[in-house]
């Protein structure tokens, strides 16, 4: 009898997890609905709607454990990372980059491992978590697909656009593959130069490398299925032949100009 009730128990855990879970993710897809346009988000607004402090609270009550399907507990700790990122702006706004928040800036703070991404502030499953665990140590590493790279949003304008809606597990590979083409299409993160065949990609690409490919013939190969077909039939037929130059990437503020909608 211990035992069935043990089981019971458990699954009961397990479905209250998938439940949870995606009545966070609902809430969040009000909330970027709202405040983020092609993009970038209206923080004026954002840091004064309660309803990130309460999808925060929901995230601190849940246990990413207990979302069984893989791809809604990839979804999950997407929207925790990309949701605590604009909770640290907000506890800081105004700020002209999320690198004021480092200790010493970028350089200094990454030495010493005390940038903004080293501090244990986020809490799911009432465990402590910094944003650099949440990426390298488990969404990388457990689930080994380079399309969170189009997910991720750091709060910087050189990163891929902050999606103005939350992942859903079911909807998962609709939705990075879709990020994966606006990532692509945006000049301002990457250029393909179709007559020198020169590839002008985001450093994403340079610091995440290993992620795409083993080499970069493979990165150019992956990443050609998010290109429009006459810039990827080119690179599909002669990778070798192109050259990558990385841009510079900028840290500036993912902020609405004008901090409206």
């Not at 990122?85 to 703070?109: A, E, M, W």
């Not at 299409?185 to 994403?204: G, R, V, W």
Request: proline letters at 4%; aromatic letters at 10%.
């Amino acid at each position: 009898m211990k035992i069935i009730t043990v089981i019971i128990l458990i699954l009961n855990l397990m479905l209250a997890g998938l439940v949870l879970a995606k009545d966070e993710h609902h809430i969040f897809t009000e909330i970027l609905q709202e405040y983020v346009k092609h993009g970038l988000v209206n923080y004026k607004k954002l840091c004064k709607d309660e309803r990130l402090e309460k999808y925060i609270q929901q995230l601190q009550n849940t246990n990413p454990d207990t979302i069984a399907d893989s791809k809604r507990q990839l979804a999950f700790w997407l929207n925790a990372y990309n949701a605590y990122t604009l909770k640290v702006i907000c506890d800081n706004y105004p700020v002209k980059s999320i690198n004021d928040l480092h200790f010493g800036g970028l350089v200094i703070g990454t030495v010493l491992k005390k940038t903004i991404w080293d501090k244990p502030f986020v809490i799911l499953g009432h465990k402590k978590y910094t944003l650099n665990q949440i990426e390298h140590k488990i969404i990388r590493p457990k689930f080994k697909d380079p399309r969170v790279h189009f997910a991720l949003v750091c709060a910087a304008l050189s990163c891929p656009p902050l999606r103005s809606e939350a992942y859903e597990g079911d909807r998962l590979d609709e939705q990075l593959n879709d990020q994966g083409r606006k990532f692509f299409s945006d000049p301002q993160k990457n250029e393909f130069d179709l007559n020198q065949k020169i590839a002008h990609l985001s450093k994403i690409l340079d610091w995440y490398e290993k992620d795409f490919g083993k080499n970069k013939e493979e990165v150019l190969l992956y990443i050609s299925q998010f290109l429009p077909d006459e810039i990827a039939s080119a690179i599909q037929e002669e990778p070798s032949a192109w050259q990558i130059k990385y841009k510079p990437y900028d840290w500036s503020l993912n902020e609405q100009k004008d901090g409206t909608n």
